[in-house]
T-cell receptor, first 113, second 108 residues
Framework: DTEVTQTPKHLVMGMTNKKSLKCEQHMGHRAMYWYKQKAKKPPELMFVYSYEKLSINESVPSRFSPECPNSSLLNLHLHALQPEDSALYLC????????????FGPGTRLTVL | KNEVEQSPQNLTAQEGEFITINCSYSVGISALHWLQQHPGGGIVSLFMLSSGKKKHGRLIATINIQEKHSSLHITASHPRDSAVYICAAAQGAQKLVFGQGTRLTINP
């Protein structure tokens, strides 16, 4: 199984809502990533988890809160987002780190009203 | 100046043409990735290179570590190759630095 799954596929939320994005992989990968991608731009790294511990936070606003409950699961909790946070949120995983092939999920397309 | 530069930004070609996309990087890297993204968002990893050359079907990727340059070639291009191609440099143990992408359109 070389698949990274993400739910939901689409999410529309108001600025006062709290929602969560979910990412799952069963490849035994120990590195997991959250990326944000705006239209016609490359992905921007948000967070990296290595062995279930947060290892990189690219100065992401605190309204985005990542969580890695176990080695297969990665969540991104959203609270009090702004319309400019509307984007495609991609999850990825790799064996150990950036020197390994990254497997991307299909993404969650988020719209903040 | 971006740490990873791709050229061209846009490329339109006819079916059957040989395609080359270039990537130059200014950072020290442990590996260079080539990714493909189709409309709708899904990203697929095509190659991960640390030296030399790799081939998969009609796709060939090369890297010259001394010159800090990599190329992605597509032979006998087909309309289904139309996508955005992104190179990404593995900087340090855990971070990828992305180029801006090359939007490729292959016309039948």
């Amino acid at each position: 199984d070389t698949e990274v799954t993400q739910t939901p596929k689409h999410l529309v939320m108001g600025m006062t809502n709290k929602k969560s994005l979910k990412c799952e992989q069963h490849m035994g990968h120990r590195a997991m990533y959250w990326y944000k991608q705006k239209a016609k731009k490359p992905p921007e790294l948000m967070f990296v988890y290595s062995y279930e511990k947060l290892s990189i936070n690219e100065s992401v606003p605190s309204r985005f809160s990542p969580e890695c409950p176990n080695s297969s699961l990665l969540n991104l909790h959203l609270h009090a987002l702004q319309p400019e946070d509307s984007a495609l949120y991609l999850c990825a995983s790799s064996q150990l780190g950036a020197g390994d092939t990254q497997y991307f999920g299909p993404g969650t397309r988020l719209t903040v009203l | 100046k971006n740490e990873v530069e791709q050229s061209p930004q846009n490329l339109t070609a006819q079916e059957g043409e040989f395609i080359t996309i270039n990537c130059s990087y200014s950072v020290g890297i442990s590996a260079l990735h080539w990714l493909q993204q189709h409309p709708g968002g899904g990203i697929v990893s095509l190659f991960m290179l640390s030296s030399g050359k790799k081939k998969h079907g009609r796709l060939i990727a090369t890297i010259n570590i001394q010159e800090k340059h990599s190329s992605l070639h597509i032979t006998a291009s087909h309309p289904r190759d139309s996508a955005v191609y992104i190179c990404a440099a593995a900087q340090g143990a855990q971070k990828l630095v992305f180029g801006q992408g090359t939007r490729l359109t292959i016309n039948p």
